[in-house]
Nanobody, 116 residues
Framework: QVQLVESGGGLVQPGGSLRLSCAAS????????MAWYRQAPGKERELVAG???????NYADSVKGRFTISRDYAQNIVHLQMNSLKPEDTAIYYC??????????WGQGTQVTVSS
């Protein structure tokens, strides 16, 4: 089993920045992909950004040019740098990982609130 723990959420004003981090621990043999999803009240969970083992990245159209996903291979941490935040970015952000033989894991989520 692989555990994912998110950190870095909080309250920020519109136009501000936050950096989310997700640390993976446990039975890690390989990491095929990691990603960030988010779920706003009354809405379905949606993919925000993902990164593969080959460092291919993909982003939701709504965050392109504002968010950047990156990975620290040595420490099995994935980051999400969020700039120019908007009120519509308010959601619970979840870390996701695909660990090959050890399957998929989700973090418990971290709240991001963008409000003045």
């Amino acid at each position: 089993q692989v555990q994912l723990v998110e950190s870095g959420g909080g309250l920020v004003q519109p136009g501000g920045s936050l950096r989310l981090s997700c640390a993976a621990s446990g039975s890690i043999d390989s990491i095929d992909a990691m990603a960030w999803y988010r779920q706003a009240p009354g809405k379905e969970r949606e993919l925000v950004a993902g990164i593969t083992s080959g460092e291919t990245t993909n982003y939701a159209d709504s965050v392109k040019g504002r968010f950047t996903i990156s990975r620290d291979y040595a420490q099995n941490i994935v980051h999400l740098q969020m700039n120019s935040l908007k009120p519509e970015d308010t959601a619970i952000y979840y870390c996701y990982g695909n660990f090959g033989y050890y399957g998929e894991s989700w973090g418990q989520g971290t709240q991001v609130t963008v409000s003045s």
